[in-house]
């Protein structure tokens, strides 16, 4: 007996052992904004202080549908780590929506730090569309903070007609803050902002697409090189862009950039940060302990050809890590 346990203890030790699974780097994908927290629809922005704010909707935890209810922000220097600054914003500080705390956006004007929201009530019947009663408006919320705590600065939506989410605003060169959004039976719409950025000024622009508007929702509007870029999720999954010498168009449709996964959607921002542009967004990964896969913010590198076209960009485990190294192709396992 004594021989016998000698060999099988001997036959184990030569059997190679199992490494751990290595570290995540920092920077890589999904990024990681805190244990358990599951970010969506990314707002990315640059402030006055040089760092990179990241403002997004909070998914609850192995949720279903998507009833949020509120916002988070986080800030990071070098793209490596991230600091989780907590709720900013919740619509339980709202008397006129309780549910819907959906992708937001962000600005800073005059001193101030804007967070731009969607929210809204009643109920979305998935088996019967007929018998629903959901409704969603934009939001404007303040802070002498870019974490916040932000205050609602209206008391209600910018407007209630149409039906309005994915609020994406964009503040041109010249001060002009034109806010975009996805509305039922209402996209490729435009409308101008005041001053303080509490209220529309001016009709609803209906934007010339060059005779292409598919289904759309999760605008975002960037300028690069005096060329205007709308980018937005065409059937909610394929991140597509259109470019313009004018930030009402016309438009001119370039393509898709970052194809879809398959039938899930996506929401994203693009931003130039330390002298490259990046793009986050969302990826929909297996989540421990959850029925189906959940919404994770990720980043990549985005890069451009001489005449002002997006490159295709692929979804990578290194994301942001290393940036010098951008656009390896994620590991298939």
């Not at 500080?93 to 731009?116: C, T, V």
Request: proline share 8%; hydrophobic share 35%.
């Amino acid at each position: 007996m004594k021989n016998l346990c000698s060999m099988l203890i001997g036959a184990c030790c030569a059997l190679p052992l199992l490494a751990a699974p290595a570290p995540q780097p920092p920077g890589a994908n999904p990024l990681q904004l805190g244990t358990g927290v599951r970010t969506a629809d990314p707002s990315a922005h640059v402030w006055p202080d040089g760092q990179l704010w990241l403002y997004t909707s909070h998914d609850q935890e192995c949720q279903q549908d998507f009833h949020m209810k509120d916002w988070l922000v986080f800030s990071s220097k070098d793209l490596q780590s991230w600091t989780s600054h907590g709720v900013a914003f919740a619509v339980d500080q709202l008397s006129w929506a309780d549910d819907y705390a959906w992708a937001p956006d962000a600005a800073y004007r005059n001193g101030k730090y804007y967070l731009i929201f969607p929210a809204g009530t009643g109920v979305k019947n998935r088996q019967d569309p007929s018998k629903s009663t959901k409704w969603m408006g934009i939001g404007v919320a303040v802070s002498d903070k870019p974490q916040g705590p932000f205050k609602d600065a209206i008391g209600g939506p910018l407007w209630r007609t149409p039906y309005a989410n994915d609020p994406a605003l964009f503040i041109d060169d010249d001060g002009t803050p034109w806010l975009y959004f996805h509305g039922k039976d209402f996209d490729y719409y435009v409308v101008k902002l005041n001053d303080d950025l509490t209220a529309v000024a001016g009709d609803f622009i209906k934007m010339d697409m060059g005779g292409f508007a598919p289904k759309m929702e999760g605008p975002w509007v960037f300028k690069r090189n005096g060329l205007y870029y709308f980018t937005m999720p065409e059937q909610n999954r394929d991140l597509a862009y259109y470019t313009s010498t004018s930030p009402t168009g016309p438009w001119h449709y370039r393509g898709i950039f970052m194809p879809r996964d398959g039938e899930q959607n996506n929401h994203h921002s693009i931003v130039q940060y330390q002298g490259q542009w990046l793009l986050f967004y969302h990826q929909w990964l297996e989540t421990p302990g959850c029925p189906r896969k959940q919404r994770h913010v990720a980043a990549e590198v985005l890069k451009f050809g001489a005449d002002g076209s997006i490159r295709p960009v692929q979804r990578t485990l290194a994301g942001i890590s290393d940036r010098s190294m951008a656009q390896q192709p994620a590991r298939v396992d």
